[in-house]
């Protein structure tokens, strides 16, 4: 069974409410997974981040998820996305604390994708990157996801066939602008919640990539 740790960690604007998951062995890479955005319901209890921690377990892998600042149980207020990239900052230099050893993959879902894209350049910069990024159900609608075009380290794509805001167009387009790109999977039959079956195995999928 997997081991599940309550945490409250120091982020730049008070405490933030986590969770750490660990596989029954110790773990072969670790992953923060962020969550949707928090004035829509989002938080990391949502059925997408948590598919995604448990993929990242069943491959052997500890998974770090959490809220935002002022998401439930942690301190602070919604920052649209600036304050929150401080906030995953804090994720993984815990993770980096508690397995200093292990490379780091970087998950998001919707507005977690778009933090977790932002948050790359600054943790390049700090040779400290995530050995890989996944990005769930990004919305290239409303987001340029200008990072990625810079990225160093692979991408990787998992989206809803019906995503109003994941089109597959703009999906075709991805290999011109994002030079790290790697596999883009796509959930048959989903929209940008992304309630399928499918879900798992295809994060799964895609993870396994990432960490090969």
């Known amino acids: 069974m997997p081991r599940i740790t309550p945490l409250s960690l120091q982020g730049p604007a008070g405490a933030l409410q986590a969770e750490l998951i660990e596989p029954d062995a110790a773990p072969s ?3 923060t997974v962020a969550h949707p955005h928090p004035l829509y319901g989002g ?3 949502n059925h997408v981040v948590t598919s ?3 993929a990242v377990v069943e491959l052997g892998g500890a998974a770090l998820r959490f809220n ?5 149980g942690s301190e602070g207020r919604h920052d649209e996305g600036r304050g929150e990239i401080e906030d995953l900052g804090a994720c993984e230099q815990e993770l980096r604390r508690r397995f200093p050893r292990l490379p780091r993959i970087g998950i998001g879902y919707s507005f977690g994708a778009v933090v977790t894209m932002a948050r790359l350049p600054q943790s390049e910069a700090a040779q400290d990157p995530p050995g890989g990024v996944l990005l769930i159900a990004p919305p290239l609608t409303h987001y340029d996801f200008e990072a990625a075009t810079t990225a160093t380290v692979p991408v ?8 109003a805001f ?3 167009a703009m999906i075709r387009r991805l290999p011109k602008r ?4 790697g596999s883009c999977l796509e959930v048959a039959g989903a929209g940008h919640d ?3 079956p499918e879900l798992g195995p295809t994060i799964r999928r895609t993870l396994q990539g990432l960490i090969d």
């Open 194 to 196: 992304l309630s399928s």
């Open 43 to 45: 938080d990391m209890d």
């Open 68 to 72: 935002f600042r002022g998401t439930r």
């Open 156 to 163: 990787a794509v998992v989206y809803g066939q019906l995503d």
């Open 52 to 54: 995604a921690a448990d």
């Open 29 to 31: 890479f670790v992953a």
């Open 166 to 168: 994941t089109t597959d």
């Open 178 to 181: 994002w030079p790290t790109l």
